[in-house]
């Protein structure tokens, strides 16, 4: 499907090297040159460890017919002159500002959702909700930085009606040129926790770096946020809606039972019901409706489409093995908070024997020790084995709780895990697999399945 023309790149960047042909059409932009595509526009980003520009020929033969072409770079002798290349001060730069004036020409409502936890779900929940309704296209995966949320912006259809962007950072001012790129029509923040502490100094500076994502907003836009945290206490130019436990809320989340295979409860006196498990992922749902009220959904209509949910892989997906123990792979992501809430929905679940598998939690600096302390808080009598695996996830340990009296081991890496689990696969276990994205803990579960 057809982006834009080179002519809407050469008003964008006018200097250029090579032939233009005004009319041609640019289907794909990407910055990998080992992907195939289709009418191509390569865009070289350079990295600490790579240069982008190096591959610019793998590129062309991969489909690239276009090229974005920073200019302290030097051209390649052997470049075809039927390529145009537009040559630009910063090629992460003009990545960012053809993803914003993109996002101009088509125009859509722009749902923008950051959060130190649950962002992904709440992204995947709204833009879910939404499409019965509208033509939503939304970031896929986790492409939440300043150059995965350009190229997300990029990726979606002309005919888009609603755009649901994630937005990530690491360090202060991120969100804000995220905010700047994307100009949502609608922020939702949806906690405050502890991820990128090491590079923030506290949970104060994680919010001040979240509610960043007002800067791109105008005026007349609509703030959504977790009316449960003190450090949201905010008052801001905008519109603002609060979700919630809290009875002084706008939505109010109450009377939350967890199941089998769903989660039931009221939302202002209203009943709910998601396939999803766990006490946080009603206040999920929550930023949905109040999405859905903001473009005059019908609540009845939004509740019915909550209840039809599906998420993507490794967020508490459910695995049962051939024994009838159920594997939970949450291994996507994880912080002490979002541990937490792992926990305490393995506690609510049926089965008689409960394990946990957890691994290092990153980026945490000098907090380290003590967030994973505060993981073990959670850890009780209704827990049957804990099984950390890493550096870090030791501490864990340390913080247990009193009362628990179950197995406990660490190990320091995932091969020595797996024949302490596998003792207990059998059919009144669930297992819970968590800890951040590059422990890889999803390589034991593929290990045990087979």
């Avoid at 125009?107 to 779900?121: A, C, L, M, W």
């Avoid at 206040?283 to 409706?289: H, T």
Wanted: net charge negative.
């Amino acid at each position: 499907m057809t982006k834009f023309t080179v002519n809407f790149l050469n008003q964008l960047f006018p200097e250029f090297s090579g032939d233009i042909r005004e009319e041609l059409k640019i289907q794909e932009i990407y910055t990998d040159s080992r992907v195939s595509v289709t009418q191509g526009l390569f865009v070289p980003i350079i990295g600490e460890r790579f240069n982008g520009h190096d591959f610019v020929l793998q590129a062309i033969d991969k489909g690239a017919v276009a090229v974005i072409w920073q200019k302290d770079q030097p051209l390649p002798e052997n470049k075809p002159n039927n390529i145009p290349f537009f040559l630009v001060n910063d090629s992460l730069m003009a990545l960012q500002e053809l993803a914003q004036a993109y996002r101009n020409k088509i125009n859509p409502t722009v749902i923008g959702i950051t959060g130190s936890n649950g962002k992904t779900t709440t992204k995947e929940i709204i833009s879910s909700s939404l499409k019965p309704f509208y033509q939503v296209s939304k970031t896929e995966g986790n492409l939440n930085n300043l150059i995965g949320m350009p190229l997300s912006i990029l990726a979606m259809p002309q005919n888009t009606e609603v755009l649901v962007l994630e937005m990530g950072m690491n360090q202060f001012g991120e969100i804000a040129r995220l905010s700047e790129i994307a100009q949502p029509d609608i922020a939702v923040i949806t906690n405050i926790g502890e991820s990128h502490i090491e590079y923030l100094g506290s949970r104060k500076g994680i919010s001040q770096a979240k509610l960043e994502i007002i800067e791109g907003m105008k005026t007349s836009g609509l703030v959504i946020l977790d009316g449960d945290e003190p450090l949201l206490d905010v008052s801001l130019t905008q519109q603002m809606i609060t979700c919630g436990f809290g009875y002084e809320l706008d939505y109010v989340v109450s009377q939350v039972e967890q199941h089998d295979d769903q989660t039931t409860f009221m939302i202002n006196e209203m009943p709910v019901s998601i396939p999803l498990l766990g006490r946080h992922q009603a206040k999920n749902s929550a930023y949905a409706l109040a999405v859905g009220r903001a473009f005059e959904v019908p609540e009845g209509e939004m509740v019915q489409t909550l209840a039809d949910l599906t998420l993507p892989g490794m967020r508490f997906e459910q695995i049962e093995t051939e024994s009838g123990a159920v594997m939970i792979n949450d291994a996507y992501n994880a912080s002490a908070t979002s541990m937490k809430a792992s926990i305490d929905v393995i506690k609510n679940m049926k089965q008689q024997s409960k394990v946990l598998v957890l691994g290092d939690i990153f980026e945490l600096g000098d907090h380290l020790e003590t967030e994973h302390r505060k993981v073990g808080t959670s850890i009780d009598s209704d827990i049957t084995a804990l099984i950390t695996i890493g550096e870090a996830s030791r501490h864990i340990h340390e913080g247990l709780s009193d009362d628990f009296t179950g197995y406990k081991t660490h190990v320091e890496s995932n091969a020595d895990a797996n024949s302490l689990i596998k003792p207990y696969l059998k059919s009144d276990s669930v297992i819970l697999f968590k800890a951040s994205r590059g422990m890889q803990l999803e390589k034991i579960i593929d290990e045990l399945m087979n």
